[in-house]
């Protein structure tokens, strides 16, 4: 039986449109999301949850060289006072804030079991204690003074920090990361000198740009070491717009073992990779023969990393078979870029480096500001109170007195001595035992020194230059704690350039070279026969399919598919089913579109110039390394909309190219009327009334023109003898010479009568 909506008793029922609801809901989840989730606060670099933990923790006196606290009281209070959320979701937040792996300056002093970079798990918060670190006592540095301000929990019981004061430059310096309602954000780590040295110039010149604070901020330093091996460009054109990634390499070292033998040694891992993970995979890799450079492998990690590799013989290149692995496993990854912050509290935009300290450094000027002021106040009351004083301590009989004989002592105070009500207060519960320390001498030296204090907190409000130099001063002690002599400072990662190896040799490297010979059905099923393989009537296809191609390659060749959406899509011929079985589907190794075909399936040879057509008779000359996919969704070459479509490829081995309709007409012209290019439309080779292109073929002009009919003869036709169909690019042609195949084909690249295969 269907459920029936029940309207409430009241009937206050408002109709909303669907759209409007759905829209409203989701803004509202999205803003949420952004603000008070996924994206740092540019000012002090934390999330709520990280916020909240910090300010958490201060209110139990966890500052450094406190005793440490189960972590247990700490989630409880964060989760009961601030943070209405999972307790294991603010347990993780804490973990990862004392993990020395995972953050470069740990903002959580741990105790216990808080997990390994091998990827255990911490132990549960019952067992687990922790405190402050210095980096985070600096973040939450005069934050009583009235520095930041204040907004209710979400209780509306107590007050939590909108921002922290942030002496300490924790955007930068410890990174973020976070995914958002579509937008994310993703900061690597920094060290806290170069970031120092790099403000201290911005405050010299406030205009200085991205590219000029590179001479102190040269990249990332992640708390795992590693080497940086990407191009002093690309790292500054990251910086500069705030996107972009970073490649990271294993550092690693030879070591000798006698009799011209050597081993390789791991000694860093890249930021955010697991080691036991790390270590399996390259396990399988091996098991599975994908690295016939390396022999063995072993772990014997303990404190530190230490990976050790055995090549396969003493002759194999240490740089080869490290790119070998670089290239299989996360022994190299890409840590991406994504400056994407709230730019003071509210804005989401990604910033480059130059923008990220200037947040910082504004919001440190107005911490400075409002703590002056605070003071400043907290001294025009001393000072108050003290006069007080003074006037009691001149007069203290009279004081007395008045205090004992009238009811009301207070008016009476501040008539006769013209007292103000902070002065009066102060006087009425002032204890009997301080009045032997109100001696003169004493109560007017602690004047002059406040208001010399005062003065200077005066012409330090009424002076930019004043507070910049202020925060120059404690920048400069953030540096001297965190500097590159001390064992947290020191930089960790380094910059190295990849060395260059030959991309076959590299190839090689990965995978066994054999012979093999790709055989793809005509339904598009691919399969690759060990060895070269001339005789193909034996093989075996799925009902209602036949061979279609078959050329030779090798086990290190790359498959070449043209679409007939006009794209290129790369194959690994290693990674090709055995010949066996059926094979399997094209499809399942490329993105190609449902409604797209396959036009031809070749060998990649490199340095040869492809020729390319569509149905309408466009097309140009294409360079074959241009044509390489580095993904599956392949590299669009040839522009086509339907009805048109990629119709026909032929590699460029003459000075003349023969086009050949549908409606049987073909032309012959010179390639030079073609133009190179490396995508688009093209140019019109053959002009059609009817119909469409049908083929192509370029050819000699000693060899002639020559084309294989369905019997397998091959027929071919001189120079003279094509007089009659020679012309210019675009001429619509004769119809074709005798004993042309009625397929429309030149044919040559398919196999004949399904017993030969050539190398296409």
Known sequence: MAARLIPPESGNVHDIALREALEERYLSYALSTI?????????????????????????????PGAVFKKSAKIVGDVMGNFHPHGDQAIYDALVRLAQDFASRYPLVDGQGNFGNVDGDNPAAYRYTEARLTEAARLLLDGIDEDAVDFRPTYDGVAQEPVVLPAAFP??????????????ATAIPPHNIA???????????????????????????????????????EAIAEAYTTGRGSFRLRARWKIED?????????????PWQVQKMRLVEHIGNLLNEKKLPLVADMRDESAEDVRIVFEPRSRSVDPALMMESLFKLTELESRVPLNMNVLVRGRIPKVVGLAEALTEWLTHRREVLLRRSRHRLGQIEHRLEVLGGYL????????????????????????????????????????????????????????DRTLRAEKKSLEDLLRSEKEQWKTIA?????????????????????????????????????????????????????????????????????????????????????????????????????????????????????????????????????????????????????????????????????????????????????GELVAAIGENRKMVVFPIEQVPDMTRGRGVRLQRHKDGGLSDIKTFEVEKG????????????????????????????????????????????????????????
């Open 35 to 63: 603000m008070h989730r996924a994206l740092p606060d540019a000012r002090d670099g934390l999330k709520p949850v990280h916020r909240r933990i910090l300010y958490g923790m201060r209110l139990l006196r966890l500052d």
């Open 170 to 183: 924790n955007l930068l310096a410890n990174g973020a990361q976070g995914i958002a309602v579509g937008m």
């Open 194 to 232: 170069e970031l120092c040295d790099a403000a201290l110039h911005l405050i010299e010149n406030p205009k200085a740009r991205t590219r000029t604070l590179l001479k102190f901020v040269p990249g990332p330093d992640f708390p795992t070491g590693g080497l940086v091996v990407d191009p002093a």
């Open 257 to 269: 073992t006698g009799r011209g033998t050597y081993q390789v040694v791991v000694t860093e891992i």
């Open 391 to 446: 006037v009691a301590y001149l007069n203290i009989d009279k004081v007395i007195k008045i205090i004992r004989k009238e009811d009301e002592p207070k008016p009476v105070l501040m008539q006769t001595f013209r007292l103000t009500d902070v002065q009066a207060d102060a006087i009425l519960n002032m204890r009997l035992r301080n009045l032997r320390r109100l001696e003169e001498m004493e109560i007017r030296a602690e």
């Open 473 to 653: 001063g404690q920048i400069r002690e953030v540096r001297d704690k965190f500097g590159p002599k001390t064992p947290l400072g020191k930089r960790r990662t380094g910059f190295a350039q990849a060395p260059a190896h030959d991309e076959a040799a590299i190839e090689e490297a990965l995978v066994e070279r054999e012979p093999v010979t790709v055989v793809v059905s005509e339904k598009g099923w691919i399969r690759a026969l060990r060895g070269q393989v001339a005789d193909l009537s034996g093989l075996s296809f799925k009902a209602d399919d036949a061979l279609d191609y078959a050329f030779f390659a090798e086990t290190t060749s790359k498959i070449m598919v043209f679409a007939s959406n006009g794209r290129f899509y790369t194959i690994e011929a290693a990674k090709l089913p055995g010949g066996r079985g059926h094979g399997e589907p094209i499809r399942l190794y490329i993105d190609l579109e449902q409604l797209a075909d396959i036009v031809d399936v070749f060998r990649y040879q490199g340095g040869r110039k492809l020729l390319v057509a569509s149905m309408q008779g466009r097309g140009f000359v294409v360079a074959e390394d241009e044509c390489l996919a580095n993904t599956r969704k392949g590299k669009q070459i040839l522009n086509v909309k339907p009805p048109d479509a990629a119709r026909a490829i032929a590699p460029v081995e």
């Open 705 to 760: 023109l020559s084309w294989t009919d369905s019997a397998g003869r091959v027929f071919t036709l001189s120079l003279r003898e094509l007089a009659d169909w020679r012309g210019n690019r675009a001429d619509a042609g004769r119809l074709a010479p005798k004993g042309f195949p009625k397929t429309n084909k030149f044919g040559g690249r398919r196999p004949v009568n399904g017993k030969t295969a050539e190398g296409s």
